[in-house]
């Protein structure tokens, strides 16, 4: 006899829509990566490092050189930085810290998915907003949005989550709406920048007058090394402390903490390829503005545009077919008709516009 097979929660939400295509194509697009490599000076030093690594000891189990080179960048303290496996683990430990049952988070619609799952995960209630025709969230309504969940039997958000430049819609909040939610809150905000060093302005200068402020950023993006999977929070220490407290043991593998301290050493070079794909990414702006598509100003290294007089999913389906590979959002709420394009190579974003032009003919 075997042991029956143990169905899971029925709240927690199948990410079925969330995950990109991992396909074989020429010019993939899609998953808002970094469309080059890191320095070749950058790998030939890492391996390096990895041949005097003792594989049979565990890592150093709090990463302090990681968080310290992190704190440097940053001009904070050691004791205010967190690393984790990717965002997405950060995200996960603030929630488990902070969330739980009888507790709930405020989200904007349409925004980074991770948000509402991992809460729905950890037993977290979601409320939820929408976000203005500009896709920014309004003062308007992050308040009725923070009462909400009040008229529901839940306590004031825990946590309010600002993606910002928000996924998938490229806006950077203005830091005069972000100081204003910091000041309403009743518990604790966090601004997801993922994308931060590719837009104006940042949150973490709020961090000295707010201590209610939670900074998440990724070495994914602008450091090209999403295969790494390294995140990390900027915070007050007290809520530094609290992310420890359910971290599970040597979370942090060596590999990951050495390539995190090289890549910070070679800022130089990633704030070169930053403005490239600032360069790259205005460009594009100004060739879909000329096509039959609705484009959103962006701040990230990706663009959503809407299609205006073909289908959505037909014009995705024929870029595929020219092997080029970029995000089909039109099943995302408010997003009918939607797509997304990574900034990708000059060479890459040639094709796709060339190909998108045959496409909406």
Request: with cysteine; net charge negative.
């Amino acid at each position: 006899m075997t042991d029956p097979i143990i169905a899971p929660r029925d709240e927690i939400a199948s990410m079925e829509g969330y995950y990109s295509p991992q396909i074989d194509v020429e010019v993939r697009l899609n998953s808002n990566e970094a469309p080059e490599p890191p320095p070749s000076a950058f790998i030939s030093r890492l391996r390096g490092e990895i041949n005097e690594i003792s594989l049979n000891r565990y890592p150093e189990r709090e990463a302090e050189e990681l968080r310290s080179a992190v704190a440097a960048h940053h001009g904070v303290y050691k004791e205010q930085v967190y690393c984790a496996n990717g965002s997405n683990e950060v995200l996960q430990s603030i929630l488990l810290a902070y969330g739980g049952r009888d507790r709930s988070v405020a989200v904007f619609e349409p925004t980074y998915a991770l948000h509402s799952h991992i809460a729905r995960v950890t037993g977290t209630q979601v409320v939820t907003g929408r976000r203005d025709e500009e896709f920014l969230v309004s003062l308007e309504e992050y308040d009725r949005v923070a009462t909400l969940g009040a008229t529901q039997g839940l306590n004031f958000p825990a946590l309010t989550f600002l993606c910002s430049p928000n996924n998938p819609t490229g806006r950077v909040e203005p830091l005069e709406t972000v100081r204003a939610i910091l000041d309403r809150a009743r518990g604790l905000v966090v601004v997801d920048e993922a994308y931060g060093q590719f837009a104006p302005r940042s949150a973490i200068d709020l961090l000295s007058k707010h201590r209610n402020l939670l900074i998440v950023r990724t070495f994914s993006k602008t450091w090209s090394l999403a295969a790494l999977r390294l995140g990390y929070v900027v915070a007050d220490p007290e809520i530094i402390d609290a992310l420890w407290r359910v971290t599970l043991p040597y979370h942090l593998d060596a590999i990951k903490q050495i390539a995190g301290v090289l890549a910070i050493e070679y800022e130089q070079e990633m704030n070169e390829r930053i403005r490239l794909i600032v360069a790259e990414r205005k460009r594009l702006l100004g060739a879909l503005a000329h096509l039959q598509v609705d484009v959103v100003p962006s701040d990230a290294n990706f663009i959503l545009f809407r299609v205006i007089a073909k289908d959505a999913k037909r014009v995705w389906s024929a870029l595929f077919e020219d092997s080029i590979l970029i995000r089909d959002i039109s099943t995302v709420p408010y997003l009918s008709g939607y797509l997304r394009v990574t900034i990708g190579t000059p060479e890459e974003n040639d094709r796709f516009l060339d190909a998108l032009t045959r496409a909406l003919v």
